[in-house]
C-alpha cells in the first residue's frame, strides 16, 4: 500500500477511534488520537498538493467522525467546502454534531477577530499553528459519562 494511501486509512481509523472515545467519554483516548490525527495531517502536507487533496477529499467521507477530523485541519485551505460540511454535520442530535457546531462557532469567532484586525480587508481564516480543533473543547469541557 502506497504511504499516502496507508496515511488515509490511518487517519480514518483514528477519527472513527477518536469518535467513539468522545461519545463514551473517554476524553484520554480521544486527546491521545487527536494528537495521531495531528501528525497524520502533518505526514500529509509534506506530501504537498496530493496529500492536501486527499485529506480534502475525507470531508466527503460516509462517517460523519471521519468528516469532523479533517475539518479541524482544512478550514484555512478550503474554508466554503470545509464550513459547508461542518454545517450539515451541525444539525444532528449527536456528539459529532456538537463537535461540528463547536468548530463552526470557533470559525466564526476567528473570521470576527480576523476581520476587526484587518480593518478593510477580506477576512482570512487562520489557523494557529498546532491547532488542537475547537472538536477538543468536547474534550476539555468534558463528556458527562452515562
Do not use: Y
Not at 502533518?42 to 496529500?51: E, H, V
Amino acid at each position: 500500500m502506497p504511504l499516502q494511501q496507508a496515511s488515509i486509512s490511518e487517519f480514518i481509523e483514528a477519527a472513527t477511534l477518536r469518535g467513539a472515545a468522545l461519545e463514551s467519554g473517554n476524553s484520554k483516548v480521544a486527546n491521545a488520537q487527536l494528537n495521531r490525527l495531528a501528525r497524520i495531517h502533518r505526514t500529509l502536507n509534506l506530501r504537498g498538493r496530493k496529500g492536501r487533496e486527499a485529506m480534502l477529499r475525507l470531508l466527503h467521507h460516509d462517517v460523519g467522525w471521519v468528516q469532523v477530523a479533517p475539518a479541524t485541519f482544512t478550514l484555512d485551505v478550503a474554508e466554503h467546502d470545509t464550513l459547508s460540511v461542518l454545517g450539515d454535520l451541525s444539525g444532528s442530535g449527536e456528539i459529532v454534531g456538537l463537535t461540528a457546531k463547536l468548530l463552526l462557532d470557533w470559525s466564526e469567532k476567528q473570521l470576527r477577530q480576523t476581520g476587526a484586525k484587518a480593518e478593510g480587508c477580506s477576512p482570512r481564516l487562520l489557523v494557529p499553528k498546532g491547532l488542537r480543533g475547537v472538536s477538543g473543547l468536547v474534550i476539555r469541557w468534558g463528556v458527562p459519562k452515562p
